[in-house]
């Protein structure tokens, strides 16, 4: 019985060992530039994420990780305002900027993702990455008020085509959510290695359209995620 007690022992401890290297934890910080519709609005901004895993076998990876950021940056050049108005008998298009409009986007995610290791060296080591999970997120948008003149002459003769009265607007919900892309590390020293990695990011969400202002509908929060960050072995 000792000696079953101790074999036992042995197997057991042995299988610990090898567990406490199969684990992870590790934080980055990431850049999400708008793509796609999302883009017109809005400006790419910093943001973070933290994760812990377990490698399952010599090929797969899990983990989960918790991510945040916030856009506040309009996209300037494209805010404009579009009035055709008759001038002195002719239809003409006229162009206003819209300066005074305020955009955010805070976006809070709890996702899971599985690397799938296709390269490893003593230095690098090389994952494709698929992800899924559910996002928190917010938009606002400023009201919007002015009145739009045109000089119809040239002589500083102003004519009123349009006054905008617009009011503001909130959305708020939780979607789901997926992203893929490539991951790099860079063993260090172990246990720590330098991470870094790109991938392409969706929140199956909608904003809106407000007319008013030209800004059209986006269907799907399309971002390409770039992270850099450090990871911890053991």
Same mark, same amino acid.
């Given at each position: ?6 074999? $036992?022992?042995?197997?057991? $401890?042995?299988?610990?060992?090898? *567990?406490?290297?199969?684990?992870? #934890? ?6 999400? @530039? ?39 940056? #309009? ?31 805070? @976006? ?15 230095? $690098? ?24 003149? #045109? ?7 102003? $004519?009123? #085509?349009?006054?905008?009265? @617009? ?30 990695? *790109? ?36």
């Amino acid at each position: 019985m000792k000696k079953l007690f101790t074999f $036992i022992s042995i197997i057991f $401890i042995s299988f610990t060992l090898q *567990a406490q290297n199969k684990f992870l #934890v590790g934080a980055s910080a990431n850049y999400n @530039v708008p793509v796609g519709m999302l883009s017109n609005r809005l400006e790419a901004a910093p943001g973070f994420l933290i994760y812990a895993g377990k490698q399952i076998s010599s090929d797969w990876t899990w983990i989960g990780k918790i991510e945040y950021f916030k856009l506040t940056d #309009v996209n300037k050049s494209q805010m404009k305002k579009f009035v055709k108005s008759d001038v002195l008998g002719t239809i003409k298009t006229f162009e206003f900027p819209l300066p005074k409009i305020k955009m955010d986007l805070t @976006v809070a995610g709890l996702t899971a993702e599985a690397k799938y290791n296709f390269f490893r060296t003593d230095l $690098i080591d090389a994952n494709l990455n698929l992800g899924f999970g559910f996002f928190y997120w917010e938009h606002f948008r400023s009201d919007y008020k002015d009145s739009l003149f #045109v000089d119809s002459t040239g002589a500083g003769n102003l $004519i009123l #085509v349009e006054s905008l009265n @617009v009011p503001s607007l909130k959305q708020k919900d939780w979607s789901g959510g997926v992203n893929f892309g490539l991951d790099v590390n860079f063993n260090i020293y172990s246990p720590i290695s330098l991470n870094l990695s *790109a991938n392409y990011k969706l929140i199956i969400a909608e904003l809106w359209p407000t007319l008013a202002l030209n800004l059209e509908n986006v269907s799907g929060l399309q971002f390409l995620d770039l992270r850099a960050g450090i990871k911890f072995n053991f």
